[in-house]
């Protein structure tokens, strides 16, 4: 379980809240809970004000990205974000 506890809450109203999880310099993959092969129900909460709609979008990566971080050697760093074309993007809609 993450939990983002914010130091100053910010306001969500009329906004669209994405995020990642990821390594910056490597592929490892940090996925959402799973069952059957997609996210669970419960993989993403948001509780508070608005009402709004909550989504698990898979990453999607190039095949020219996947080739390049598939050369690197276990003691080798790819370019800084390379994590970022692997992880999952979570999103708050409450536009």
Do not use: W
């Not at 997609?38 to 990566?61: M, S």
């Amino acid at each position: 379980m993450f939990i983002l506890p914010l130091e100053t809450p910010q306001p969500l109203t009329d906004s669209l809240l994405s995020y990642q999880v990821f390594d910056p310099t490597y592929y490892i993959e940090v996925v959402h809970e799973e069952e059957d092969g997609q996210p669970r129900d419960d993989a993403l909460i948001y509780n508070g004000e608005p009402a709004c709609e909550l989504a698990i979008l898979p990453a999607d990566p190039d095949p020219e990205v996947v080739m390049q971080a598939a050369l690197l050697d276990k003691d080798e760093s790819g370019e800084p974000g390379l994590g970022r074309y692997f992880a999952e993007t979570g999103q708050i809609d409450c536009r």
